[in-house]
């Protein structure tokens, strides 16, 4: 293990120097700050904290105020039985001036207003758990992917060890030549090898940069930035199936969507309200004046305070109020049927979790032996290999089994942490690093 740690800093070396070291916890923290979905889901909670309000639900009065001022030219005949009373005129000024100011209070509506106003509160605070789902993903998102660039950097450090040997390899047999005892058959197969081994590191390499691009895409960066992740991975082996299935009924999703139940209940309630009769409070102050430079009224004025009463009793509308009422029961039997589909769809994927976390589990200790034993077989054959006493192809298999020894043992080990970042995830155990 410490061949492979000691290769690996070698292998980083060149992207150390300009590179910017980058921990876990840098890239959760830089992700919840930076990210453009958490952005919308927190003005998604500024927006239902706006809409929570009284009056929003309808429970304020609505007070208004209008008026009118509008100045006439008139042309007036007007003739009665009586000659003397005619009257004609072009032009006749005209100016009539109106004002109201007045208010409506709601007195009664079948608590539809109640309804409301716990619907909205309800609301925000359903905005407020899709924000702290919005959060755990993406934490679950950064340490996945950090990981995965763990996994890849491991596997280029074995590659890495390899392509040495296949240096050694090569050195050896050119040694070997100049003193007669190696042919051209193993020079050519020495140099196939470390030129092979090369390509397979810059494949790898490939990957791993497109990994930190990945990273960097949910951390919201430029894409084109050097990162380096100097880290391992720790598997945590006390985790408990049961209280991960207890604590899954407290995720935010699931609380989210049983919300929406509430939520459609009182949509409910709001629909049937309109069932019902209204009642309404009236009051205000309304002024009139009319002003005419001819005619049979001079002037007109009037003005006063009035106050009333307002009843609307709905007595048949198509009975759109009743389907209405009838599709908003259904669509709150449609999300209490999405909400315990989501509950058993988290359940499945925490037992799936569970099953890979324990199995991964099982096999990342042999799979450690079985690392630590191919090294020190790969070393041995080498030395055999200098001694005549091994063929090219010896050290080659060797080679290729401490490669799949290393690519089992860094794949084992993501395999376990994914599955552990998974369970806590889906159990709401995942916390910031």
């Known amino acids: 293990m410490k061949r492979f740690i000691i290769y690996l800093t070698f292998f980083s070396l060149p992207e150390l120097l300009h ?33 929570n309000n009284y009056g929003i639900a309808g429970g304020m009065p609505v007070v208004s105020a209008s008026g009118s001022d509008v100045e006439e030219l008139t042309s007036l005949e007007q003739k009665y039985a009586n000659a003397a009373n005619n009257k004609s005129s072009n032009n006749a000024r005209s100016n009539q001036l109106s004002a109201s100011f007045g208010a409506t209070v709601p007195i009664y509506s079948g608590s539809k207003i109640s309804n409301a106003s716990k619907r909205l509160d309800v609301a925000e605070s ?24 763990i996994r890849q950097e491991s596997y280029a450090a074995t590659l890495e060890r390899s392509l040495e040997v296949s240096r050694q390899k090569l050195d050896i047999v050119k040694a ?32 791993i940069d497109q990994a930190k691009t990945d990273l960097l895409t949910v951390l ?19 985790l408990q199936l049961a209280p991960i ?20 209940q009182y949509l409910e309630r709001e629909t049937a309200a309109y069932r019902y009769p209204s009642l309404t409070g009236n009051a205000g102050y309304n002024y009139n ?27 048949f509308n198509g009975s759109v109020y009743k389907r209405r009422q009838e599709i908003a029961g259904i669509n709150t039997s449609n999300d ?19 099953q890979a976390y324990n199995n991964n589990l099982q096999q990342l200790q042999t799979a450690k032996d079985n690392y630590d034993l191919s090294g020190k077989l790969l070393d041995l054959v080498l030395q055999r290999f200098q001694l005549k006493q091994a ?25 376990a942490k994914s599955a552990e970042i998974r369970l806590k995830y889906y159990g709401n155990q995942l916390s910031q690093p």
């Not at 919201?220 to 006390?238: E, G, M």
């Open 245 to 264: 299935l207890q604590s899954m009924e407290q995720h935010p999703d699931l609380i989210a969507a049983g919300k929406q139940v509430q939520i459609d």
């Open 220 to 238: 919201t960066l430029k894409q084109d930035s050097l990162i380096h992740i100097k880290d391992t991975i720790i598997v945590a082996t006390d």
């Open 19 to 51: 590179a910017q070291q980058l921990t876990l916890k840098d890239a959760v923290n830089i992700a919840l700050n930076k990210n453009l979905g958490i952005k919308i889901a927190e003005n998604n909670v500024k927006i239902a904290e706006e809409n």
């Open 391 to 415: 063929t090219i192809i010896d050290v080659k298999t060797a080679q290729q089994s401490f490669e799949n020894a290393g690519y089992l043992l860094i794949n084992v080990s993501f395999a």
């Open 126 to 149: 359903m905005s407020n758990d899709y924000l702290k789902s919005r959060v755990a993903f993406i934490t679950y998102n950064v340490m996945t992917k950090y990981y995965d660039i």
């Open 336 to 354: 209490k049927l999405i909400r315990d589909t989501l509950g058993i769809n988290y359940t499945g994927n925490i037992i799936k979790s569970w």
């Open 289 to 315: 004046y009319t002003k005419n430079s001819d005619g049979f009224s001079l002037l007109n004025q009037n003005y006063g305070p009035y106050v009333g009463v307002g009843v609307n009793i709905p007595i």
């Open 176 to 207: 070997q030549q100049s003193v007669g005892v190696a042919n051209n058959a193993d020079l050519f197969q020495a140099q196939v090898d470390l030129n092979t081994q090369m390509q397979n590191l810059q494949a790898q390499q490939l990957v």
